[in-house]
DNA sequence: GTCTATATCCCGATAGAC
DNA sequence: GTCTATCGGGATATAGAC
């Protein structure tokens, strides 16, 4: 019932919220909280600076606002990919599959969450919602280690979060560390053929991981 | 020669430098480029702000200056591991898990190595010395391969650089990871036994790939 | 080589009209 | 709700004495 009397497109404050957001997920995204300027975010936008204030209170507002969107964007799609349906080894192959393309095709996210850690996660940790996002990762990898024991194809005893963080890391060093790694070894992990070789290579190793027996190589220590 | 009238530890140019470069060290990785202030450095500093442009013309050139000493540090004890005295297996094994140990001792390189990874890696590709630090880590990896397929215990064919990556992959996350990770799953990744537990399975995954046999798992699509 | 004081600019935040 | 103009703090960098 908001403004009958006024279709002009002028006035819409959902869509000038999202075109702050997206702006300054680029901005932050790229240079950093420190590093993003409020002035740079206003210009990328539609609307003014004064806006930014109306509806986010501050930079750090805005800041913790794109955190937000950007985390529960990512979180989604564990639930989509009809896990349940597949083989113990498919399924984790497959999901692995995803979070490694998604992480490719994310790299604002990617930047924001290595931006937060440099803060100790000092925003993250002020946020109320963000603690459900680790749900629906955790459950779809809790269903497929019981049924990858049960079946006996799963050799190795893991927890749900050590194997996420296993997928996670083969997933995200490539992204995050791409310019340094690629600097100092002349090459370019962007590369449609390295890209495909190291997907390859993260889900083959994690299966291997998860099906080999756990007494095969032991020594712990030099 | 120099000095040698005065023997007072004042007026040490090469102490100074070391000075402000610790200094410096600690505030880009806990703040970045951008969020560190070259006045909190001078505090932190036995001398004053305005020796650092004396040594170090700028905040930039500062910047570059700590990256590089960073890497130069991190990137030694690949040589001194004595690998070659080892089989191929434990020759990996130890080689990981002295990498792991190492990056999660270094927190500070960690962190600038994420926070140029930020800058894309634009301050890195000015330095001239960088390049030479990929050369230990890729040889000690080549002959572990080579001698691993000698003997025919390494069954997956593998480059050195991807091996060096996965090994990264693994041992960098949980460090760079570390904040946002504990938040959202609740966990404590600097604790002991989580690190115990994680450093068991980085090498165990990683061997378990290279002795894998190729033809077991190659499904490659959804 | 080392200090204090300061110039100069930039950026986050706000005022106030419409 | 949206705009322009601007304040005030703080940061990089420099000046100039010793």
Redesign the pocket.
Known sequence: MRSSKRETR????DK?KEDILAAATEEFAALGLAG????AIAERT??????I??YF????GLYLAVLEKAYSQARTYETDLNLAALEPIEALRKLINHTFDHDEASPDFVRLVMNENIHRAAHLKQSKVIADFSVPALTALDDIIRRGRETGVFKHEIEAVDLHMLISSLCFFRVTNRHTFGTIFQCDLSDPETYRRHRQMASDTILAYVTSDCSTAQKTDP
């Open positions: 002028k006035n819409d404050p000038t993003g300027r409020v002035d539609k609307t003014s600076k004064r806006m204030y109306y209170g501050s930079k750090n």
